[in-house]
């Protein structure tokens, strides 16, 4: 069965400064990744998708993440935290029939 | 369009009393979802529909029902709710095959006393 952990449950960063979270995932076949992000009291968005090609991806609001498949990871970066990135951040696998597995998710305080 | 949306937003229930959540959606997705969410665990499956007369278990469908009888919506029944329920739940909504974005509602707040 495919399992997701990340890591760190919370992380504080400065407002400028970088931030990398960490997923790990755990699948038999070629995964299919995804960063979400849930603001407070709200839903939650797609920040990006991995499902096949280049292993660096692009997302909205600056985000990027990386799939490593030697390390079983699909980490996200952004080079400059803004206030408004305050939010927990969630990094599903996805199972046959579009099924969502979720890790614990990670929720990031920015300091002003 | 209002996307996915979820009646009603809170509502506290005494054990042993029943509720319905309904999901809302405006996109013609064929999929649907329920999810509850409970601290350090992320979300958590409990039923979803690959169409409009079907449905099928999750992750944690205990003490759970659904019903998908038109296209674009999708209810979770409580028949008799407990404190374990406590919860905000989510649903979301997705086309089908591999690697869909699958888009959320606000969430319901739940709580059993």
């Known amino acids: 069965a495919q399992s997701v952990t990340q890591p760190d449950i919370h992380i504080t960063v400065s407002e400028g400064a970088s931030l990398e979270l960490r997923c790990n995932y755990s699948?038999?076949?070629?995964?299919?990744l995804f960063w979400y992000v849930q603001s407070p009291g709200q839903g939650l968005q797609l920040l990006l998708k991995y499902f096949s090609g280049d292993t660096l991806v692009q997302g909205i609001k600056g985000f990027e993440a990386e799939f490593k498949r030697s390390q079983s990871s699909f980490n996200l970066r952004k080079p400059s935290v803004h206030w408004s990135d305050a939010a927990e951040y969630f990094c599903p696998v996805e199972a046959a029939g579009n099924k969502l597995t979720f890790g614990g998710g990670t929720r990031v305080l920015v300091k002003p | 369009n209002a996307g996915v949306t979820q009646t009603p937003k809170f509502r506290v229930l005494k054990t042993g009393q029943s509720m319905t959540l309904l999901c809302a959606q405006d996109?013609?997705?064929?999929?649907m979802y329920w999810y509850r969410q409970d601290p350090g665990m992320g979300l958590r499956l409990i039923h979803y529909?690959?169409?409009?007369?079907?449905?099928a278990k999750g992750e944690v469908p205990d003490g759970y029902n659904v019903s998908r009888l038109k296209k674009q919506n999708f209810l979770l029944g409580l028949e008799s709710a407990a404190p374990s329920q406590t919860s905000v739940y989510f649903c979301?909504?997705?086309?089908?095959?591999?690697?869909?974005?699958?888009?959320f509602g606000p969430g319901t707040r739940l709580l059993v006393l």
């Open positions: 699948y038999g076949a070629t995964p299919y």
């Open positions: 979301a909504s997705s086309d089908p095959g591999g690697a869909e974005t699958q888009y």
């Open positions: 996109m013609n997705h064929e999929y």
């Open positions: 529909s690959v169409g409009e007369g079907t449905t």
